[in-house]
């Protein structure tokens, strides 16, 4: 290997990011989409996990897979290791607590930083790895001991990068804004104030980014709603480029850890001037719609609003006060009460569209973690998702179409939230399960979202239920923030946005400045436009291989501004989504390593489970009890030879014949937890076998931890990040949910009057 630094290479060469693996392989994960390159441990010595390099394939490894050899490294990231400091043979040591790094790293007695062994710390690379040399580094920080409460968190915002402390610059602009709305803030906005609005949130939530309303109105002739969703107007007081505003760029979004959020805002915005908290004036943008009896937005309009929440309802309160209207729930909230009830019927109007739409809507089981006040794990208890939940997804969905459908109308640039079909890989995968499966239904050469919702209903009586769905599920794509719109797939939308949590969300705030830009007749601009070159053909490269619309018209061709405007977006775009992705990274690695600490305790335990996923080198169980996963490896399945077989997505027993699969409820025992891996290993337990008995084993070298996997491994069991199939696709990480489809491509535009009269008849203009 040539790790140069040479500006000349061949058109062989492929460029791409290192993924490391545990057992001291890699990959090269290609710029271009295509399939990964193996990398064997000797190419691994000389270059690091995260670093971006040149590779050539040099030959096809006994899997078929293409294996590389990397000529040069292009670039090294600066990137802080977190590991554990130790001291073996006099020599001190730290042990990365990222096991894709492979290598220890040396450090030298004078760059200890008054570190003490076992300790957990951060270390600054000094000197790069080489083919006959460890690493050298420098500790930067102490984060304390590894059995610290919180110390999970401290290591996974380090160890994804997630940008934890707000600049000074931030910090002193959030300090000098206002405590509370003032009467200049006020100017060219309509007053809302008397107008009912509500917040409808969880018990535990702080942050409080929409409102909503409803009441009858007249749609034509016939009968619907007046719904209203106002949203916090975070672009009132986070202007562009401003140092609050390059902050909450850089975070993207908010990342949720269970007892603690790292915000994408300072607090004082957050929880303060831009939470719509009750009995309080707030700025907020407001996405005003009729709504037909059908569930179709007929008409709406985006105006700036004045606003004062009527109430801060919880889920829970509301399901309940739905469900009985003379009981005492209802009782304390009399005069709420109608209110809520015209948003239920809008909500069911809403779910009509949606079903008739066809938009794919799975029953899957959704977890909360529920810690203890030292932050380990007191239980693990299934969210359970009311129709409070789903009045306020579906209000959501309403306005991000509508905002989607203002901006395309509007002609300007935004970020679209764009979720394609299965690629034509995943669609032969799915179609040949589905025959083995002998399902009776398959999918079109190009699939709608309404054949995979017909499969879900035609087969939701099986006992295989479980599995079809989830093999439904795994062959999504995941959905992206672009400037190009190929429509969502799984809501079934022309177009789609993110309007409603611009407190949580960059995305959502780009969108509102581009609606305030389309009302105020001028036009919104990324700031520092970038000149077209070599990285922004990269970044349109790569983007183009994610969103190819089938059937669609090619893009036109822009020079100049116009195309260094397209690509800033597309750069945005790219940005948000990575980001949004080590959210949810670090959400995961965090969750992984309370559960790892939960089951330490419960060793040696049986318990009844699930297979969630079968692979060639076991299948993976999830617990009833406890909604915990982990690997059987396929050694300890028995004596016999298991084979995979891809089409049914099973392993089988050559001898027995029996099967694991999707579904299979198994008896399993907590044989092994690895903190470090974030890794539990179970063995199945067969009927009168006595615990701890000697197991025969079988290819120990094919093990494979379940969590750093290698690359393809670990694509094939990313549904959870698939949007479209979430139960609540578009709320939360993914927030909230939508009705109107293809016809709100056509609703007119309300006129001011319209805007501000049928509210109560008494919202009135302030200023316009």
């Not at 053909?537 to 018209?553: D, N, T």
């Not at 007119?748 to 805007?755: E, F, N």
């Amino acid at each position: 290997m040539n790790p140069s630094t040479t500006a000349s290479h061949s058109s062989d060469e492929i460029e791409g990011s290192v993924q490391g693996h545990r057992d001291g392989h890699g990959y090269v994960i290609r710029d271009d989409g295509q399939t990964d390159i193996f990398l064997p441990p000797n190419e691994m010595r000389a270059v690091l996990h995260k670093d971006r390099v040149r590779a050539r394939i040099v030959r096809q490894d006994r899997r078929g897979r293409p294996e590389g050899r990397v000529v040069e490294i292009i670039e090294r990231p600066p990137q802080p290791i977190i590991g554990r400091l130790l001291q073996e043979s006099g020599v001190w040591i730290v042990a990365p607590e990222d096991k894709r790094y492979g290598q220890d790293i040396l450090i030298p007695g004078g760059a200890l930083a008054l570190a003490k062994p076992g300790q957990v710390v951060v270390v600054e690379l000094t000197e790069p790895p080489a083919l006959f040399g460890q690493p050298v580094g420098r500790i930067t920080e102490v984060l304390g001991e590894v059995d610290d409460p919180g110390m999970e968190i401290e290591i996974a915002v380090r160890k994804y990068g997630v940008p934890h402390e707000f600049s000074e610059d931030c910090l002193a602009e959030a300090g000098a804004l206002p405590d509370k709305v003032r009467a200049q803030d006020k100017k060219q906005r309509i007053d809302l104030t008397d107008v009912p609005l509500v917040t409808i949130d969880g018990e535990d939530a702080r942050d409080f980014d929409d409102a909503v309303y409803c009441e009858p109105a007249k749609v034509g002739r016939s009968k619907g709603w007046r719904l209203l969703v106002a949203i916090a107007d975070v672009s009132h007081y986070v202007q562009t480029g401003s140092a609050i505003d390059i902050d909450a760029y850089d975070r993207a979004t908010s990342v949720y850890f269970p007892r603690r959020v790292i915000p994408m805002l300072p607090e004082k915005l957050s929880n303060g001037l831009c939470s719509l908290n009750p009995e309080v004036e707030r700025l907020c943008m407001v996405c005003d719609m009729l709504v037909t009896a059908k569930g179709e937005v007929h008409a709406y309009q985006f105006y700036p609003a004045v606003m004062f929440s009527h109430a801060r309802f919880t889920y829970t309160e509301v399901a309940a006060i739905l469900a009985n209207t003379r009981g005492p729930e209802a009782a304390k909230r009399k005069e709420r009460v109608p209110d809520l009830l015209n948003l239920h019927d809008v909500y069911r109007a809403l779910l009509l569209a949606r079903r008739e739409r066809g938009a794919v809507d799975f029953e899957t089981t959704e977890t909360q973690i529920v810690c203890d006040e030292n932050g380990r794990i007191e239980k693990i208890v299934p969210r359970t998702r009311n129709d409070a939940h789903k009045l306020i997804e579906e209000a959501m969905l309403a306005a991000n179409v509508c905002s989607a459908d203002f901006i395309a109308q509007g002609k300007q640039h935004g970020l679209y939230r764009v979720h394609e079909g299965p690629t034509p890989e995943k669609q032969d995968i799915l179609r040949n399960y589905l025959k083995a499966m002998a399902v009776g239904l398959s999918i079109s050469d190009n699939p709608q979202p309404s054949e995979f919702q017909a499969i879900a209903e035609a087969t939701k009586d099986r006992p295989d239920a479980q599995q079809i769905h989830t093999m439904l599920l795994r062959s999504m794509q995941q959905a992206i923030y672009t400037p190009i719109n190929s429509g969502h797939f799984g809501l079934a939308f022309e177009a789609y946005t993110h309007f409603t949590s611009p407190i949580r969300r960059y995305p959502d705030l780009l969108v509102h400045r581009v609606i305030k830009a389309i009302l105020g007749n001028t036009k919104y601009r990324l700031p520092l436009l970038p000149t077209p070159g070599e990285a922004h053909a990269k970044l349109s490269k790569r983007l183009a291989s994610r969103v190819a619309p089938p059937g669609k018209e090619p893009r036109k061709k822009e020079t100049g501004v116009a195309l260094a405007e397209t690509q800033s977006w597309e750069a945005a775009g790219l940005h948000c989504s990575a980001n949004e992705r080590r959210a949810d990274e670090a959400s995961r690695d965090v969750e992984a390593w309370l559960k790892c600490k939960y089951m330490r305790e419960h060793l040696g335990e049986e318990y009844g489970g699930v297979v969630s996923s079968a692979t060639s080198f076991g299948i993976f169980v999830t617990l009833d009890a406890m909604y915990v996963e982990g690997l059987v490896h396929i050694t300890e399945l028995g004596g016999e030879y298991f084979k995979f077989d891809e089409a049914r997505q099973e392993l089988r027993g050559e001898r027995s014949g029996i099967r694991y699969a999707i579904g299979s409820r198994v008896r399993v025992q907590v044989s092994r937890v690895d903190l470090d891996g974030r890794r539990i290993d179970f063995r199945l337990v067969t009927e009168g076998e006595e615990l701890g008995a000697a197991r025969p084993a079988r290819d120990k070298g094919a093990s494979r931890a379940p969590t750093e996997g290698d690359a393809s491994t670990a694509k094939r069991r990313s549904a959870s990040e698939n949007e479209a199939p979430r139960r609540n696709p578009e709320r939360a990480p993914e927030s909230r949910r939508k009705g109107s489809g293809k016809s709100t491509q056509k609703a007119a535009l309300l006129t001011k009057a319209q805007a501000v009269e049928p509210v109560k008849g008494k919202a009135r203009s302030r200023n316009v």
